[in-house]
């Protein structure tokens, strides 16, 4: 689907709408496809409010439903500075075990390098030791822009275990409570189907699904395949340019196989409707498809930049959750189906009381004709 192009599209203020701060989800549902579903037709002016276990009912047979599998790490880690001073370190990237170190010196102590944000009432300073357990202990290595740091983590064990044991889930700013984060959020903040770690927000438009709903639709004749998009930090970073043409976006690492690949070709060439679950799926399918449509395998990082203009070579529909005002998500859904019926579906979806954000209700954005659905 192609939406017509104005001046306006390009305005970082023309993605601007108003949210009360109680349309903002603080807690996940009791039941994960409990949720609402704004079920938008892009062919019309027709909208339809519906529960997300609602959805099997606009799939048929052929269709392919891609989701991505990555899986999000704890990578908040609370730790005490040399001084005596609390310190939080938030891990951007998954860590990576130094070359040379697999095996631990004498000690049994290994390193792994990592880039993150550094919490505290002053800036690190370098070789400024932060302790998180008699296990794992990181020393700051270089002062980055941005107020990034590069550490040293020091750790005996098993890695992903200390993460594990010590780690807490990397929730967005904009979930907020007095009680802070609770053990609900490790099994929450996560899709039913993350296999891959190395995210630090949840794809949450898959935090919707159950292996039943799942299920359900694969019995219709619906295929399943998956990506891994690791969803990094920038995906909150705000857009600070009045030209939204001008922002610089991030790059996130992704992989496609040629399984996937495969089933999205045949899907196409058999006039089934490819699904995407999410921004992250979208902008690793299109990244991975030639100006055919036709996907190949790929891996690396992707920084494809969606906004008003793009021509979709490969997705038709697409699931997802509501994004903040004036950010590249909200950006990626406007180019699919249009700036102006984008912002206007959210301001029904405020007056309505749908909930936004990471824990919040969910859209579905259809732009072909369904086929056989009633």
Known sequence: ?????????????????????????????AQRD?????????????????????????????????????????????????TGGKAELLILEYPVAKAGTGHGDADGWRQAEVVGLVKSAKRPQLEGKLFFSENLVGTVLALLSDGKVRVS??????????LEQHGLMPLPPYINREEGQTEEDRQRYQTVYAENPGAVAAPTAGLHFTPELLAKIQAKGVRIAQVTLHVGYGTFAPVRVEDIREHAIH???????????TLVNETRIAGGVVWAVGTTSVRALEFAADTTGRVSARSGFCDLYIYPGYKFRVVDNLITNFHLPQSSLL???????????????YRKAVEKGYRFYSYGDA????????????
């Open 1 to 29: 689907m192609e939406s017509i192009v104005s001046a306006a599209d390009f305005l970082l203020a023309s993605y601007q709408f108003s949210l009360p701060e109680g349309n903002i989800a603080q807690h996940p549902l």
């Open 34 to 82: 409990y949720s609402r579903l704004l079920v938008v037709d892009c062919l019309g002016e027709e909208t339809r409010d519906r529960h997300f276990f609602d959805i099997c009912d606009y799939f048929s047979a052929g269709d392919l439903l891609v989701v991505n599998n990555t899986r999000v790490f704890p990578a908040r880690l609370l730790g005490i500075k040399e």
């Open 153 to 162: 983590l020091r750790y005996r064990g098993d890695l992903a275990l200390l």
């Open 251 to 261: 790059a996130e690492y992704l992989k496609v196989s040629g399984e996937t690949a």
């Open 331 to 345: 950006f990626l859904v406007s180019a699919l189906v249009g700036r102006m019926r984008i912002i206007a579906e």
């Open 363 to 374: 859209m579905v954005l259809l732009t072909k004709p369904l086929r056989g659905v009633s």
